[in-house]
């Protein structure tokens, strides 16, 4: 048996176009009456606690009712006596003479139960099986129908989450397949494999820790997954595509210097984006927000295994294909080898052995060189892994096809359709002149439609949030609303106070009711020392100077007495009172009590936390020994909210600060940082300012995503500007476009996997779900605009390197 207690509300409205609503209600009530009747026969000790409602006019009693000769006069006279609110819709019209209800549209009746072998759902089944004809709707709402609706939810989204998995490996294997023996499908499981298990290791240690299980651990892994695999995409390309690799080499030395040089080209730009994602979430792992605290712990854990997964274990996949390739054998069935012998590899790479005419001059080649030492994007890695370009004497036609269109199209003729759209039809399109100017143009009115829609953001939360629009829930609080609004407008609140010595601070006891009762949205609060007070008074009135000290209180020898005899007492209510806002540590001290009242919500979130947080420094003020609590279930949502928009902008500014000194770290470059930070805040900003324009308000879901989103942004940035710095081009131009071509498909496959395996999600009810899928679709849609052509254009905008001046060729 447990003892656990539940209520719920059920209401019964008129519909519209239907009959008078009075003129059945006999029929109504009493179907009601027999409903509760076969409630509490199939549920054991149903009626424990307490009923309220059109019931109560009869004492919840078939045969009263029955016996009753004018059940509209007895309605109305229990409506004038208990309230109309306890009873009736908030249209109630009476006749002005006799006060006799004429019209009604709903009643509502209110229901505590002990929870013992059923559950909610229980209970509702009966309540929709009464039967009131057609012209009657019925409805209903309570907490536990919400929690069930919750997971009801949550249990429906289980195979769209299990989807974007399987999404995830089929994308992958399709991007790693190639026909004939430069196919890696199984370097594609690799990925996947190591990927899960940097997420089962990181959230192993978690629980190993202490970490709860939450939700957010599955918002981790979709991360964990969505950086893994961007960052295999970025690895394998760099390795498998080597135009260093000398022809005729093979062996396990030669594969030992291939993994080298990929590593040595992409391995600063995974340090950069792993470490970033690693700091920001650890540097939010002290937020004082439950939700965001319990998900940055999870999430660094993860992305630091993931990462050192990544350049060992991912590394050692790609060097066994590599050995699989040169042995030829099969991809996937790979004991077998191959009956058809690999082809000859070329003598040199055809890119750069098509432009073998173009030879620098001394003056050139020093220019170039003070341009490889300038502080700003010319500092080269020597890792590259394009080799540095044989130019000859150029003549006046050659020099002016070093920065046109027909000679990167030339350059690049030979590659696959992917790169050539990468490395010339991309570039061809965004680095003219035009195409700058409409990306910049573009982005400009992304980032006005983003503070526009700032204006709009609403910060707000409750469980109603995470409730599917179709549930029956969401129509109960929509007849809340429609007919008893009283009901969704107050909230009853109660102050806290615990280990007190009640009996030498009872001015200031008194003090404290009276501003709890002020508080009240009603002309009573639920207070007990006023009461308790009468009660001594009444007790001693032929003496009240045995029972009240000079000050009018009761005496402090006699308090605590008093108070045990108070709660006893049956005639003047003090059993009741005490039951409910009282509890006893032992026979002469209190462990806590209460004050309580009714607080009238005006649906106004931030008036709201300035009233709750200037009640909670007044009551502080009153009686600071006692440490009062301000308690309702409506702080449970607000409580958060108080805090959401500091410790969200306290949580970014110390993200920045992280991403800024790794990335000035890596890159080594002062401009290039700030680009990359002005690209990151920029998503940033228009992922917040479009909160409004996708459904979605501000709060700690979207605060989360938001911190998940910085992570996001620096990857594709990160790249295209390392990337970028590392490419042995001698122009700006050719730079971007080496950038685009190197690291563009890298970029594109690990975002299109993203959203492609998201998309399942869509069709989610889980708000959790819906909210990641549309902030994080964004983040990485606005991020591939960033990474690909936002950052690209200002690289050759801010690169203070020209084109090799003709005085210095000559």
């Keep these: 048996m447990c003892d656990l207690w539940e209520d719920g509300s059920y209401m019964f409205y008129k519909k519209e176009g239907s009959v ?34 059109i019931g109560s006019c009869w004492g919840w009693d078939l045969a009263t009712f029955d016996a009753d000769p004018d059940r509209v006069l007895t309605m109305s006279e229990c409506a004038r006596h208990d309230g109309e609110q306890l009873l009736f819709s908030s249209n109630l019209v009476r006749d002005p003479n006799t006060f006799v209800i004429e019209s009604v549209e709903g009643f509502f009746v209110h229901l505590t139960w002990r929870v013992e072998h059923y559950e909610i759902t229980d209970v509702d089944m009966y309540f929709f099986a009464i039967d009131l004809g057609p012209e009657v709707g019925k409805s209903t709402i309570s907490w536990a129908a919400i929690n069930n609706e919750i997971y009801a939810a949550l249990t429906h989204d289980l195979p769209y989450l299990v989807f974007p998995l ?6 992958v294997s399709l ?111 002290g937020s004082s927000v439950f939700a965001i605290r319990n998900f940055s712990e999870v999430a660094a854990c993860m992305i630091l295994i993931d990462y050192i997964l990544q350049i060992t274990f991912f590394v050692a996949c790609c060097a066994i294909d590599l050995r699989r390739q040169e042995a030829n054998r099969f991809d996937l069935c790979c004991c077998f080898t191959r009956s058809t012998p690999l082809p000859a590899s070329p003598t040199n790479s055809s890119r750069y052995r098509k432009n073998s005419d173009f030879e620098f001059t001394e003056s050139a080649k020093k220019s170039a060189s003070r341009r490889e030492a300038s502080p700003f994007f010319g500092r080269e890695g020597s890792g590259s892994a394009s080799p540095t370009r044989s130019l000859s004497s150029p003549t006046p036609d050659s020099r002016r096809r070093t920065s046109s269109i027909d000679y990167y199209n030339e350059l690049y003729k030979d590659d696959g359709l992917t790169k050539r759209i990468m490395g010339t039809y991309l570039p061809n399109a965004i680095l003219s002149r035009w195409g700058k100017v409409v990306v910049l143009a573009l982005t400009a009115v992304m980032m006005m439609v983003g503070l526009y829609g700032t204006n709009f953001i609403l910060i707000t939360y409750t469980p109603f949030l995470l409730i599917p629009s179709d549930s029956y829930v969401h129509e109960g609080r929509h007849v809340m609303h429609t007919y008893f609004p009283w009901i969704m407008e107050e909230e009853y ?38 009461l308790f007070r009468f009660y001594v008074i009444a007790n001693h009135h032929q003496d009240l100077t045995q029972g009240l000290d000079d000050e009018g209180f009761v005496r402090e020898e006699i308090f605590y007495e008093e108070l045990a005899n108070y709660s006893r007492d049956e005639t003047m209510g003090g059993r009741s009172i005490a039951d409910q806002f009282i509890r006893w540590k ?132 990160a790249h295209t500007t390392h990337a970028f710095l590392h490419s042995r081009e001698t122009t700006p131009q050719g730079k971007a476009r080496d950038a685009l071509r190197n690291v563009g498909l890298s970029i594109w496959n690990g975002a299109f996997s993203s959203v492609a395996a998201m998309f399942p999600m869509a069709i989610c009810k889980s708000y959790m779900v819906l909210t990641w899928w549309r902030m994080i679709s964004l983040v990485i849609m606005l991020g591939i605009w960033f990474g690909l052509c936002v950052v690209p254009v200002m690289l050759t905008l801010f690169d203070d390197d020209d084109e090799v001046e003709y005085s210095e060729l000559e």
């Excluded at 109504?28 to 009747?37: N, P, S, T």
Aim: aromatic fraction near 12%.
């Design 586 to 717: 032992t026979d002469s001290e209190l462990y806590g009590s209460n004050f309580c009242f009714m607080w009238k919500q005006d649906y106004n979130v931030p008036e709201e936390i300035k009233w709750m947080v200037r009640t909670r420094n007044k009551l502080h003020a009153i009686l600071p020994e006692a440490r009062p609590t301000l308690l309702s279930g409506y702080f449970f949502a607000l409580e958060p909210l108080s805090t959401i928009v500091p410790d969200t902008l306290s949580n970014f500014a110390t993200i920045l600060s992280v991403v800024t000194l790794v990335t000035l770290l890596v890159l080594a470059n002062v401009k290039a940082t700030v680009l990359v930070l002005t690209a990151v805040m920029s998503i940033e900003m228009m992922v917040l300012g479009s909160l409004h324009f996708i459904g979605l308000q501000f709060n700690m879901m979207s605060s989360i995503m938001l911190i998940v989103g910085v992570g996001l942004c620096v990857d594709f940035s």
């Design 175 to 285: 991007v790693f397949y190639r026909p004939g023996p430069d196919s890696h499908t199984a370097l594609a499981w690799g990925a996947i494999v190591n990927v899960f298990l940097a997420a089962l290791a990181g959230l192993g240690y978690m629980l190993w820790w202490g970490s709860p299980f939450t939700a957010m651990h599955i918002c981790a892994l979709y991360i964990t997954l969505g950086v893994g695999v961007d960052d295999a995409f970025i690895i394998a390309a760099a390795i498998h595509s080597d135009d260093n690799k000398e022809p005729g080499k093979s062996g396990l030395e030669e594969t030992k210097r291939q993994i080298k040089r990929g590593m040595a080209r992409c391995g600063p730009s995974i340090l950069l984006t792993s470490m970033t994602n690693f700091c920001a979430f650890t540097a939010n792992a």
């Design 20 to 53: 008078n609503f009075v003129d059945n209600n006999a029929e109504h009530v009493r179907a009601i009456l027999v409903a509760m009747d076969a409630l509490a026969t199939h549920f054991e000790h149903f009626w424990v606690e307490s009923k309220s409602g």
């Design 166 to 171: 399987l999404i995830l490996v089929s994308y």
């Design 493 to 530: 609140v109660c102050v806290q106070i615990k280990d007190f010595d009640y009996a030498s601070h009872q001015k200031e006891l008194k003090e404290l009711e009276d501003f709890v009762c002020e508080q009240s949205s009603r002309d009573q609060c639920f207070a007990w020392y006023s």
